[in-house]
């Protein structure tokens, strides 16, 4: 039907329509009214789709399961903007068909009822373009909510990366974050550096290896450059607030790992570090295995130590976990289709 | 009776007659002319004093002494005043009078006490209890601070901003004394007002013979060789061993107050001190600690970090960075 309305247009605006004979005036007139129901029917689908999309996002929140509800708020995402292009596309139609009528208006051969007619489908396409104005502000109000209720959407509690790390869901609000459920292993390790030095993409499941140890902390640094650029999301190693929420969650390494933060036990240290131009890095040690009768989990190690009993857990902000979920369930709703 | 009355007041006139050559002449001090000693007490007791050496342990040096106690008494001439009176010629002022020497005759004075105290040489092989620590004198009357004498004032003065340590010393008989000991640095230099920072009586780093007073030219910081020997190929766990560092200044001009401090995570290495001062140019100087590693190391490798700072500040530049083996 569109393809006929893109025929008809150019070949009436351009023929002998012009020169006001008599018998294609009336053949005009029916083709116009043919494209006027075809606009007609069209909105009405629209107007039944936006019904059906606006019921759906009212009872958005009776959807059991977080992983549900934002794939109905990718769906319905979609949806909106299908229709805002659909709509968007016919007011088009319907301004070009306002003007070809406006043009058949002034031809004066045209009968009375055939002068009625046109006037007719006139004010309705205008009525419908009203309409359709409304509907349009009311999807782009929609389409904001439904960001704002995918972003109140609680985060997985969990997910794999690309590499096969396990990451749980630590934190509150603000301060969430995701944290490696064990240290990075070996084969993890190996396989990053490999992508690194020279691209070589990691196999799709990698052994189960123990933790990678002779590491220090500036190499732990740069496999976390090396891991954010394979997975395309920032990963670093915790600080120490962080490892204070694994600790408190009981999520304890079985070695001593690396920690960001600088090393300041009490101020004479701290003075002493400055006075020598020298830092030293927290690691965290739950379970001693670096000395036995070491008083504290945590101490300060020089950047340049490595331990075959010391390595390293990684972080990734929030918005990793929501991301990769949005990737997941977007390649479902392509799968579905 | 009249007679009887007569002669009772003759003699008593006589007898006030007689008194009056007393009161007209009188005994007085003339020049001073010795001390005397009317009694000495003694009084066995001991000395202790930071030792200067070459290694790098504190050494206490302890003397036996003598403590004499002098009662003395300053003993004068005597002299005889006599009023003058007679010759109505001669000039006459209130308290005019004559003084003669009265040969053989001393007149004693004030009193006053003095102490000596004599050297008695060495206090050999003697036991002492020094903070707790029972501890003996060797041959020469010296007692080294060394790990094993448990005194740890090295590792007292660790802490930077510690500039003295009080050690409470006793001899079961004669008695106890305090000892102590400062670490001034840097010294500034002298000036008319003796300060503590001029004392250098018992002060560690003077005893060791290096040189802290801070200089006033900046001296050729990138120039300088630091070196690291240790006394063993692995280190043991409960077991001490030395570390010895060496620097040697090949500027032009001489360091200034320049230190060392080990950073580790093990706490028996970290904190550390290596004390330097200034090293003229082209000379060399060592310091060594001994250290005990933690007995409960399970490590293969303790890392390490000597880091330097001078009066100009740090020296990240001759950061040695050590890895130490540790035996199984």
Known sequence: ?337 | MLHLNFRIIWALLALVLLQAPLTAQEKCRGNFLRSEIRKTETREQYDCALKPVNVFFPCLQFKRQTHFTYHEIRIYETLERTIVEGDSNAPKTTGSSQYRLLPGEFWEGESSIRSEIKEGGPFANETFLINGKTLQTDAEGNIIADAQSGLEILDYFDNLNTRQLDLEIEHVLLGTRKLTIYRTMPRRAKTDEKTLDENTVNDLLVAFNLDFYQRLTEPERQKLKVEYFLNTLEIEPGKPFTLIIKVSNQGSRDTSCLLGRLFSREPSLTGKLFYFGAIPSGKTQLFSRTILPDAGLKVDHCFAALAFSDSWGELPQHQLNLKIPVKK
């Open chain 1, 1 to 337: 039907m569109r393809f006929l309305f893109y025929v008809i247009i150019p070949f009436l605006a351009g023929s002998s329509f012009l020169s006001g004979q008599t018998g294609s005036d009336a053949s005009n007139v029916a083709k116009v009214a043919d494209l006027f129901k075809y606009e007609q029917e069209a909105h009405k689908s629209n107007a039944r789709e936006y019904e059906k999309n606006l019921a759906g996002m009212s009872s958005l929140r009776q959807i059991p399961g977080d992983d549900a509800q934002a794939k109905e708020c990718l769906r319905l995402g979609k949806n909106f903007r299908l229709l805002d292009s659909s709509i968007q596309n016919g007011r088009a139609r319907q301004v070009e068909l306002i003007g070809l009528i406006n043009l058949m208006g002034e031809n004066r051969s045209l009968l009375p009822q055939e002068v009625t007619y046109i006037n007719h489908y006139r004010q309705k396409l205008k009525d419908i373009g009203t309409e359709q104005e409304t509907m349009q502000e009311v999807l782009k109000s929609k389409l904001r909510e439904l960001q704002k209720y995918l972003a109140s959407i609680p985060p997985p509690r969990s997910f794999v990366s690309t590499c096969g790390l396990k990451m749980l869901l630590l934190g509150r609000s603000d301060q969430a974050f995701y944290i490696s459920e064990m240290p990075v292993s070996e084969a993890v390790y190996q396989a990053l550096s490999a992508f690194r030095q020279d691209g070589q993409q990691p196999c799709a499941a990698l052994e189960q290896t123990p933790p990678q140890g002779n590491v220090s902390i500036d190499q732990a640094e740069e496999f976390c450059q090396g891991l954010s650029r394979f997975e395309g999301f920032p990963y670093s190693l915790p600080e120490r607030k962080e490892l204070a929420w694994a600790e408190r969650q009981k999520l304890v390494p079985d070695i001593a790992v690396w920690c960001r933060s600088k090393w300041s036990p009490d101020w004479e240290e701290l003075e002493a570090q400055k006075r020598f131009g020298i830092s030293l890095y927290t690691v965290w040690d739950p379970r001693r295995v670096l000395n036995a009768s070491q008083e504290s989990g945590l101490s300060g190690e020089l950047k340049n130590a490595a331990y075959p009993q010391l390595g390293f857990l990684v972080i990734t902000p929030v918005r990793t976990g929501r991301q990769l979920r949005l990737q997941r369930l977007q390649a479902e709703l392509l799968d579905m289709n």
